[in-house]
């Protein structure tokens, strides 16, 4: 059984976290944050981009940057393939249209099988991004408790000054 293990964070310590989760059989880091996206990609380097999009996951060896860059690569050529078979389609739905119920009739029908034969290339969609909110923690006790035991020790320290 592997454990798989995220990083938040990738300041000055936490490369003392990686060493040591890299030291452990079973675990695998499978993601990395940070707010400065350099840093996080210095991680990224050798881990590599674990990108999920439409429920697949899809592992990218290399930085945040080169990610980017095949990410971009791959949109475009989905794009250029969507739009080359939307061209296809209408080009055999018209041939269907002008000649269903003339001479060709049976070229039409043919065309109209064909169409419903084609493995059909999604759009690309625009990425969404994911937002988390966390509500505001409640008030600890141990905060509380830190108050009190500070009160506690100025109330002591007045009344041993009053008694001198």
């Not at 108050?147 to 002591?156: C, L, P, Q, V």
Request: aromatic content about 8%; overall charge positive.
């Amino acid at each position: 059984m592997s454990l798989r293990a995220g990083l938040v964070g990738t300041g000055a310590i936490s490369r003392f976290h990686v060493q040591a989760l890299r030291k452990l059989a079973g675990v695998e880091i499978v993601g990395v944050t940070d707010l400065v996206r350099s840093r996080a990609d210095e991680f990224a380097v050798a881990t590599g981009v674990l990108e999920i999009d439409r429920g697949r996951g899809r592992y990218e060896k290399g930085s945040y940057s080169t990610w980017r860059r095949v990410k971009a690569e791959r949109v475009a050529a989905q794009a250029g393939a969507f739009e080359r078979q939307q061209e296809e389609l209408a080009h055999l739905q018209r041939f269907v249209d002008r000649f269903r119920y003339g001479t060709k009739a049976r070229q039409a029908q043919s065309k109209l099988k064909a169409m419903a034969r084609i493995e059909r290339v999604e759009r690309p969609t625009e990425q969404r991004s994911l937002r988390f909110d966390f509500p505001p923690p409640a008030r600890s006790i141990t905060a509380n408790a830190l108050i009190t035991m500070n009160r506690f020790k100025s109330d002591i320290r007045l009344s041993l000054f009053t008694s001198i």
